[in-house]
T-cell receptor, first 114, second 113 residues
Framework: DAGVIQSPRHEVTEMGQEVTLRCKPI?????LFWYRQTMMRGLELLIY????????DSGMPEDRFSAKMPNASFSTLKIQPSEPRDSAVYFC????????????FGSGTQLSVL | GNSVTQMEGPVTLSEEAFLTINCTYT??????LFWYVQYPGEGLQLLLK?????DKGSNKGFEATYRKETTSFHLEKGSVQVSDSAVYFC????????????FGSGTRLQVQP
């Protein structure tokens, strides 16, 4: 299995631009998580889906952030408009089952907003 | 709510030294506990886990024991190697309520030859 695949690996954009991060979970997994990692705040859960349905989005910072999971093999995290404080590494992770057991992480997207 | 507290790093050790990274947790009920490791430029990987009190998780020479009485899950290794240099995260999965993993802040380990 190819594991959790994220794209792009690196994204550099200017403040105000729209940013879309993409994730393909492991085939057969039915739970998907988006995390953000910064030096100041560590790993923060942004949102997680179970069977393509958002279960908990309480970690989404504000309305500028949105996430979708149109089918079991694809999810997006969008930031519009982006701001410098959004600069971070964004991880997607997936697992099988509604309860987190072994969660498999992608390699992350390094986002820099100038 | 659920939370995980880890000792702050960085931790710098010489090769073959003994490693302990402390982790304590707060949770309702009996969570599952995990240690994840993150190597530079990569995502997190599961290192070991324990799902009930007194369980010991082990992998690659690392061990951690689920201590309910002290709400702890300390990571240990008897003899570290340079290749163990990474960031280590303690995490919990609550049995009820929000099911996603709750992570500690991470502890950076640097092993010198």
């Amino acid at each position: 299995d190819a594991g959790v695949i994220q794209s792009p690996r690196h994204e550099v954009t200017e403040m105000g631009q729209e940013v879309t991060l993409r994730c393909k979970p492991i085939s057969g997994h039915n739970s998907l998580f988006w995390y953000r990692q910064t030096m100041m705040r560590g790993l923060e859960l942004l949102i997680y889906f179970n069977n393509n349905v958002p279960i908990d989005d309480s970690g989404m910072p504000e309305d500028r952030f949105s996430a979708k999971m149109p089918n079991a093999s694809f999810s997006t995290l969008k930031i519009q408009p982006s701001e410098p404080r959004d600069s971070a590494v964004y991880f997607c992770a997936s697992t099988l089952g509604g309860e987190a057991k072994e969660v498999f992480f992608g390699s992350g997207t390094q986002l820099s907003v100038l | 709510g659920n939370s995980v507290t880890q000792m702050e790093g960085p931790v710098t050790l010489s090769e073959e030294a003994f490693l302990t990274i402390n982790c304590t947790y707060t949770a309702t009920g009996y969570p599952s506990l995990f240690w994840y490791v993150q190597y530079p430029g990569e995502g997190l990987q599961l290192l070991l886990k324990a799902t009930k009190a007194d369980d010991k998780g082990s992998n690659k020479g690392f061990e951690a024991t689920y201590r309910k009485e002290t709400t702890s899950f300390h990571l240990e290794k008897g003899s570290v190697q340079v290749s163990d240099s990474a960031v280590y995260f303690c995490a919990l999965s609550a049995p009820t309520g929000r099911r996603a993993l709750t992570f500690g802040s991470g502890t950076r380990l640097q092993v010198q030859p």
